[in-house]
């Protein structure tokens, strides 16, 4: 039988061998140029969105998130719009492709889409990020006795794109330089 002061010795050299490890691996991506995300540097102060879809409202959530920049509200028909740069929707478009079908002609996997078209222009009309397409697509194995089931996990997938969609197009926001 070992003594109890072997074991715990064994014990404090495999924490050791771990936490060497560990330092030596955080040294590994550090010394690669690996770097966590940081919140995009904007060429302007203030924005104003146009549009009213959920996705339009994830975008100014996201974008309020970044504590870079004001996300301000559009007036009415004619007035000024008081922000630096304006991002517009141009469509944002929701389709289901039936990928296959089984023998009866029943649909067992659907290919959901979802198109975002926006453009970034200045209140001037200079166009800063022409007519841009984001596109998302998700697999859904489709099944008729499931249906409802079916509807609520195609609506999360959607509300999975919609953010994606919204997370993408904050990026690209960032990569314009200059108004």
Excluded: H, W
């Excluded at 404090?12 to 690669?32: E, H, P, R, W």
């Excluded at 995009?40 to 996201?62: C, D, E, M, W, Y």
């Excluded at 559009?74 to 296959?100: C, F, Q």
């Amino acid at each position: 039988m070992k003594s109890s002061s072997s074991m715990s010795r064994r014990c404090v050299l495999a924490v050791s061998a771990m936490t060497l490890g560990g330092t030596i691996a955080i040294s590994g991506l550090a010394g690669c140029g690996f770097e966590l995300r940081k919140p995009p540097v904007f060429a302007f102060k203030t924005i104003a969105v146009r549009g009213t879809s959920a996705t339009v409202n994830l975008l100014r959530r996201n974008l309020r998130a970044t504590g870079t920049l004001t996300v301000v509200e559009i007036g009415k028909a004619g007035e000024p719009v008081v922000a630096d740069a304006i991002l517009e929707v141009v469509s944002e478009d929701r389709t289901r492709v039936v990928l296959s079908t089984n023998a009866a002609g029943e649909v067992r996997e659907l290919d959901l889409v979802l198109n975002f078209k926006f453009k970034l222009s200045t209140p001037a009309g200079k166009e800063l990020l022409p007519t841009t397409t984001i596109e998302q697509r998700r697999d859904l194995t489709y099944n008729e006795t499931n249906a409802i089931a079916k509807e609520s996990e195609a609506d999360l997938l959607y509300r999975d794109m919609q953010n994606d969609i919204a997370q993408q197009t904050v990026r690209r926001l960032g990569a314009v330089k200059q108004l």
